[in-house]
Each structure stands twice: as structure tokens, then as C-alpha cells.
Nanobody, 115 residues
Framework: QVQFVESGGGWVQPGGSLRLSCAVS????????MGWYRQAPGKQREWVAT???????YYANSVKGRFTISRDNTKNTVYLQMNSLKPEDTAVYFC?????????WGQGTQVTISS
């Protein structure tokens, strides 16, 4: 059974940085694209970034140039480096394998940006 365990969230001031990690088990990690998503209070979950199994990357316009998605297939882990954080980035962040287990979600990790 596939599992996603997100970590690395926290509170930072605007302009700060965080690096999120997502450990994946129960699937052939290297074979699938991975994505990061987020859900702000009172809003629907939205897509943030995707990295394919060939390491092509795609970003939502709202985070392009500030966030970087990467993966380590030896550790079955996907990362999200977040720089120049803004209050509107406040949300619970989740990872997912959209082409393998799109309906399975972990507990997420809370990211709060405020002064």
C-alpha cells in the first residue's frame, strides 16, 4: 500500500525559505512522476509542482521562480525547496503520485508564513 509522509514545514517570516520532504513507500518510486500540492484554509487543494520520472519539472505560475522540486530515487523521496516565501504560501502541503495513487494522501505538513 502506497504511503506518503511529508515533513519540513514550519513557521517562517515573509522572504524566508523552507525545504519540504516527502518519503514514499509502497510503489516503484523511480517509475512515476511526483507532485506537490497545497491546501490553504477555506480553499480547495491546488497543484504546486510536478517532477516526472525523467526529471522534467513543471510549476504553478504562483510559485514559478521561487520553488524548486527535486527527487532522490535512492531515498524514495521528493523535495520542495521554497524560497522568497509569501503569506499567500501559507497552507498544508502534500505530495502525491498523480499517475499511480491520485486518491491517496498523507497527513501533509503545515507551512505558515507571517511576520
Amino acid at each position: 500500500q502506497v504511503q506518503f509522509v511529508e515533513s519540513g514545514g514550519g513557521w517562517v517570516q515573509p522572504g524566508g525559505s523552507l525545504r519540504l520532504s516527502c518519503a514514499v513507500s509502497g510503489m516503484i518510486f523511480s517509475a512515476y512522476a511526483m507532485g506537490w500540492y497545497r491546501q490553504a484554509p477555506g480553499k480547495q487543494r491546488e497543484w504546486v509542482a510536478t517532477i516526472t520520472n525523467g526529471r522534467m519539472t513543471y510549476y504553478a505560475n504562483s510559485v514559478k521562480g521561487r520553488f524548486t522540486i527535486s527527487r532522490d530515487n535512492t531515498k524514495n523521496t521528493v523535495y520542495l525547496q521554497m524560497n522568497s516565501l509569501k503569506p499567500e504560501d501559507t497552507a498544508v502541503y502534500f505530495c502525491n503520485a498523480p499517475n499511480y495513487a491520485k486518491d491517496t494522501w498523507g497527513q501533509g505538513t503545515q507551512v505558515t508564513i507571517s511576520s
